[in-house]
DNA sequence: TCTAAAGGCTCTAGTCACTAGAGCATCAAG
DNA sequence: CTTGATGCTCTAGTGACTAGAGCCTTTAGA
């Protein structure tokens, strides 16, 4: 049995982070010392270790909330978790077709500027222009940053 | 002069996402007729075009607010902007490579797949243990869904 | 001119997956 | 026994919107 810290530092995932996945029923309510702190065990750190690894392929925690009752169960066809695993790659390949796109159209906005003044820069210019662009984009919604 | 839904027509920008914009500053509050509903003028047009086209390109809102603030100076160099599209294209290149290792472990999870049960699913397997994966992969923060 | 539907208004709260901080309690090492 | 690290709960903030409630204004047709 191993405090927060300890479990924490054995998968890689933040203590608060552990305590939000607690929070929302990602893990489950661990016992406590005489002092009401957490306690865990081997099994909670597996747990925690799929979710860690799942989150690092991209999967979103509903799908590997899904994924986690599958696990639960190991006598049923993996169809299903099959099946999550394959929309998670179709979005992952989604995600880079759109993203080479917009490199694409970055790369050329990058190198027609000729560093000049902003009046003649090209890069304010195709912002501003989307008729200077090479193709259409998909919805901004589509694009998103990283932390 | 024209009203928020024309607006949103004109530019592909929804009307939550404009008043939105205005909430946050990156419009200009707009004039209201007698009925106090919001009046839009080819400026302000141009300027939502702008700026949802850069969010097309996956620039994030405030270095949209930063590229708006250095076309307002059309005499100044456009070194500055130039620096925010390269971070830019060095961000979406970073992704790109990121997700192309994303994809192939999955394809490697998926296509091992042997569609028989749970206990012996290579999905829930490999999701379960880390050592079984072709290599490491970054902190979870990196990579995002999207809508 | 009346009416009804479409569009507009403000405000609050929700999304996702955390992250930050306040203010306090507990534990472990020296 | 002290002190610093670690733990606790709770609230609020992030980015870029989106959804909904409850109301008001405009516009097109009869």
Redesign the interface.
């Given at each position: 049995m191993f405090s927060i810290g300890k479990l924490a530092a054995a998968t890689g995932v933040k203590v608060p982070t552990i305590r939000y996945y607690e929070q929302i029923g990602l893990l489950a309510t661990p016992d406590r010392n005489s002092g009401n702190q957490r306690l865990y065990d081997d099994a909670a750190r597996?747990r925690l270790?799929?979710i860690?690894?799942?989150?690092?392929?991209?999967f979103?925690l509903d799908a590997i909330r899904e994924?986690l009752g599958?696990?639960d169960?190991?006598?049923?066809?993996?169809?299903q978790?099959?099946a999550?695993?394959?929309r998670?790659?179709a979005?992952?390949?989604?995600?880079?077709t759109r993203?080479?796109a917009?490199?694409a159209?970055?790369?050329r906005?990058?190198h027609q500027?000729a560093?000049?003044?902003?009046?003649?820069?090209r890069?304010?210019e195709?912002?501003?222009?989307?008729a200077l662009?090479a193709h259409e984009?998909?919805?901004?919604?589509?694009?998103?940053?990283?932390?």
């Open positions: 597996a270790a799929f860690r690894h799942a989150r690092e392929l991209g979103p994924l599958l696990s169960d190991p006598a049923r066809s993996c169809e978790a099959d999550i695993a394959q998670q790659l979005q992952v390949e989604a995600r880079i993203l080479n917009l490199r159209e970055l790369e906005m990058v500027c560093h000049g003044t902003i009046a003649e820069c890069v304010i195709v912002l501003g222009n989307h662009c984009h998909a919805e901004p919604s589509l694009v998103q940053e990283e932390a």
